[in-house]
Nanobody, 121 residues
Framework: QVRLVESGGGLVQVGGSLRLSCVAS????????MGWYRQAPGTERELVATITGGSTSNYADSVKGRFTISRDNAKNAVYLEMNSLKPEDTAVYYCNYALRRTPLGAVYNYWGQGTQVTVSS
């Protein structure tokens, strides 16, 4: 079974920084795209940033220039460096991996359990 575990969330003041981490464990063959999503109360889950296997990154307009996504393939990890945080960044943040469990198997999406980020003014 594949398991994703996030860490690094917490309470921070406006303008502060946080670094989220997500590590995968279990049995799988390869990880394609990794990403971070977030969901605020009463809203739908939205994309924050993604990074491909070739390390091409993509960001939501709302976080461009403030957030940086990176990955460490040796550790099966993805990170999200968040700077200049705003109250509207408050949400539960989820990591997502598109991975293949066997060499010829299909690619499936796996989600972490979520980590709360709260930005106070």
């Amino acid at each position: 079974q594949v398991r994703l575990v996030e860490s690094g969330g917490g309470l921070v003041q406006v303008g502060g920084s946080l670094r989220l981490s997500c590590v995968a464990s279990g049995s799988f063959f390869s990880i394609n795209t990794m990403g971070w999503y977030r969901q605020a109360p009463g809203t739908e889950r939205e994309l924050v940033a993604t990074i491909t296997g070739g390390s091409t990154s993509n960001y939501a307009d709302s976080v461009k220039g403030r957030f940086t996504i990176s990955r460490d393939n040796a550790k099966n990890a993805v990170y999200l460096e968040m700077n200049s945080l705003k109250p509207e960044d408050t949400a539960v943040y989820y990591c997502n991996y598109a991975l293949r469990r066997t060499p010829l198997g299909a690619v499936y999406n796996y989600w972490g359990q979520g980590t709360q980020v709260t930005v106070s003014s």
